[in-house]
């Protein structure tokens, strides 16, 4: 019935450890394939061409925003009940009428040129993207992902995020953003590896979202799934086991609560596929190629 006791003890602390920004799953942290330090080596001959109706990889994301005509802009969203605020990377999509919201969730490595381009893709798609930097206000003096001097720092910072930390700042930009004078009410969310993992307990969280897409994250546990109202897509490396091993339960419970969820699981790709593509002897770069437009069409079905 369900999940098998095992497995769900998996999920649950995956979905335990992950809203409190641990990125960790039985108390080891995760680097994965595709993480700034082993980009380094993707950044010679075989990295690749952009396809311009993908998201940039690492190594294109600095130039794709530089040549990007949408705008894109900073904004400090208040975090109500305090003086902190949000900083926020906001773009627009060039269209007549409003746009549904995204919201742009980041890796354990903070609010990066990579996540920005990505929401700058979505805006090319015709969404309204909102990427939150979550660390704002927790770096030196008050600063945010830039103000932390190395990636160590950043990953330490964001596992000290707390459930509640995290959920009020995601609230705060979600509620900003679908009050824009473009914006037509719809709302979704997707994330990268940790930020993966928080959009599906976003979805959990938040009951007026209308969709969560989830690279790479692991799910909330049994009681969480249950409370999600939104409808959810998975696209997942082949060869990451840690990660996919939680898909084949995750389905079978959701299946079992009447929830939507669409996982798909890309052979041969690791983790961190869409921001490494030129990895993986060519399987991350084939796992976008078929992840992205996947992830657009069901936008476009649940926006």
Known sequence: ???????????????????????????????????????????????????????AGEEQAKTALEKSPRHGEYVDVKLPGSDQKIRTWVVYPERKDKAPVVLVIHEIFGLSDWIRAVADQLAAEGYIAAAPDLLSGKGPEGGGTDSVAGRDDVVKLIRSL??????????????????????????????????????FAYAAAQPDLNAAAVYYGTPPDAGGLAKIRAAVAGFYGGDDARVTATVEPTTTEMKKLGKA???????????????????????????????????????????
Request: aromatic content about 8%; charged content about 15%.
């Open 162 to 199: 707390t459930p509640e930390e995290t959920l009020a700042r995601l609230n705060a930009v979600r509620a900003y953003a679908i009050h824009l004078p473009a914006a037509n009410g719809k709302s979704a969310s997707v994330g990268f590896c940790w930020g993966g993992s928080a959009s």
């Open 1 to 55: 019935m369900g999940i098998s006791a095992g497995k769900l003890l998996g999920c649950m602390m995956a979905g335990f450890l992950m809203f409190s920004g641990s990125g960790m799953i039985g108390g080891q942290e995760h680097v994965h394939e595709g993480s700034p330090d082993k980009m380094v080596a993707s950044q010679g001959p075989q990295a690749v061409a952009r396809d311009e109706k993908l998201p």
């Open 261 to 303: 969820y669409e996982p798909h699981v890309y052979e041969g790709a690791g983790h961190g596929f869409l921001r490494a593509q030129s990895g993986k002897d060519g399987a991350n770069l084939k796992a976008t190629q078929q992840a992205w437009p996947g992830m657009l069409a069901f936008f476009k079905k649940n926006l």
